[in-house]
């Protein structure tokens, strides 16, 4: 079988380690379910033409695990029933691609012109499915809390999921309708207008769907705000964002050790008016840090959190985060890159522990002064300082990622997007620069110095 023998020969041990998972994970589900009542949902998409060729080499193998030797050469293509559902909103490519793909490897197709939970309730009716094969990675906005099988959600038809390449990740833009699809502006080709680079070539997977976007035109609030000049008592006026502070160490709660951190970032966080609520510091436990994290992140704008990241046992602020949002750590392949960059390959095992982050509320804050992105979980955010010098260039980079916003005055509403900063040449040519790009779609643009 010509897949496994190529990436088994590979020498990237995380490609190995990951292709011996989804494979195995397509082997169990042929053990445990008949062949004709097992089916692959394929859309025609980089994740599930992935799966295709995944659940080739997993069949061939299980035919071979099983001795029969005889229908080897038959058996490559794995003609399993494949369920199709098709949009008159897809794009025309997407279809062509499908039907072709779905000719070349003898693949059964079933079409369904209809929704999703819909077409398959017809087909459960119509035909027994007790598995089907599906391309969901973690980091979709439907992965949080799945495993490589997973019972169908309550209120749909009851069936296996079976997700094989669920811990698996793609640096590849996102392709959905043609409403709601637009080229990734993360690719554009500066030396030629209106061209795009190769969707491979993006360097941040979690951008991947940053090209879905309705194609609808919006009217949009513009206000830019420089805080250059302001007195104290317009300082105080402006406060209006509050944060918290948590600080994870019981080095510090048995006095070996002195915390500046919490009180610079408490002048760095009044600097640029917001209003420190708590400051705390809890013990190196992951209920400690989730019950802090659980009480702040529903009353204040920001979490920060310092201590506790790292290799150690003691090192548990990722897990007390993701047990107060109620999710599982998982690996970041990104994460993981960044991390082998830095680290080499100086751990044991197949997967760096270090790179298991909360699952599906993560957001990596990329910035090229740091050797690691800073993670954003929803509205909390985990720095990695250890001293005063550290926290200074974090947080002129954290500035630099957060330098402009938006948000809705009511869902109703138009959309106001913030441009905020402390020079106000910058300010105002930022201004400049977004009214004259999306010229005529702004109904009001304040400038307030």
């Not at 691609?97 to 070349?104: A, D, R």
């Not at 500066?190 to 190769?198: G, V, Y």
């Amino acid at each position: 079988m010509e897949i496994d023998e190529a990436v088994r020969g590979c020498s990237d041990r995380r490609m190995r380690t990951k292709y011996g998972n989804a494979v195995y994970v397509v082997q169990r589900a042929f053990a445990l379910y008949p062949f004709e009542e097992v089916a692959f949902s394929f859309n025609g998409g980089k994740d599930s033409t992935v799966l295709l060729h995944l659940i080739r080499a997993g069949y061939y193998l299980y035919k071979k695990d099983a001795g029969d030797v005889a229908q080897m050469d038959a058996v490559k293509n794995c003609p399993l029933r494949t369920i199709y559902f098709e949009s008159p909103c897809a794009f025309p490519e997407i279809n062509s691609f499908t039907y072709e793909t779905v000719s070349t490897y003898g693949l059964p197709l079933e079409t369904i012109h209809s929704d999703f939970k819909s077409g398959l309730e017809g087909l459960l009716k119509e035909k027994p499915t007790k598995a089907i094969f599906i391309g969901t990675r973690i980091g979709d906005p439907n992965a949080v809390g799945q495993e490589q099988f997973s019972p169908s959600s309550p209120g749909w038809p009851p069936f296996m999921r079976v997700n094989p390449i669920l811990d698996w990740s793609y640096r590849y833009t996102s392709i959905g309708s043609i409403h709601d699809t637009v080229p990734n502006a993360l690719l554009s080709d500066s030396s030629t207008e209106k061209s795009f680079r190769p969707a491979y070539m993006l360097t941040d997977g979690r951008l991947e769907r940053a090209g879905r976007t309705k194609k609808t035109n919006h009217k949009i609030e513009v206000n830019s705000v420089a805080s250059n000049g302001m007195n104290n008592i317009e300082g105080e006026q402006m406060i209006s964002c509050a944060a918290s502070i948590i600080v994870v160490g019981d080095e510090i709660l048995f006095g070996t050790t002195e915390d500046k951190l919490g009180a610079a970032l408490c002048k760095k966080l009044h600097a640029i008016g917001w209003r420190v609520s708590r400051v705390a510091v809890v013990r190196n436990e992951i209920d400690s840090v989730a019950e802090e994290v659980e009480r702040c992140k529903s009353t204040d704008d920001m979490v920060f959190i310092f201590g506790g990241l790292g290799p150690l046992h003691s090192d548990v602020s990722l897990a007390g985060v993701a047990k107060a949002f109620g999710v599982r750590l998982a690996p970041d392949e990104e994460f993981e890159d960044y991390l082998s960059q830095l680290m080499g390959n100086n751990y044991t095992g197949d997967r760096n522990e270090m790179a298991l982050l909360p699952e599906g509320i993560t957001e990596l804050l990329h910035h090229k002064k740091l050797p690691l992105p800073l993670i954003k979980c929803r509205n909390v955010i985990t720095l990695a300082a250890t001293n005063v010098d550290e926290l200074d260039t974090e947080w002129d980079c954290l500035l630099d990622t957060q330098e402009s916003g938006y948000h809705r005055i009511s869902r109703a509403g138009p959309l106001v997007v913030n441009l905020t900063g402390k020079d106000n040449q910058r300010v105002e040519a930022a201004v400049e620069k977004l009214t004259s790009s999306f010229e005529g779609q702004f109904s009001q643009v304040n400038s307030c110095k």
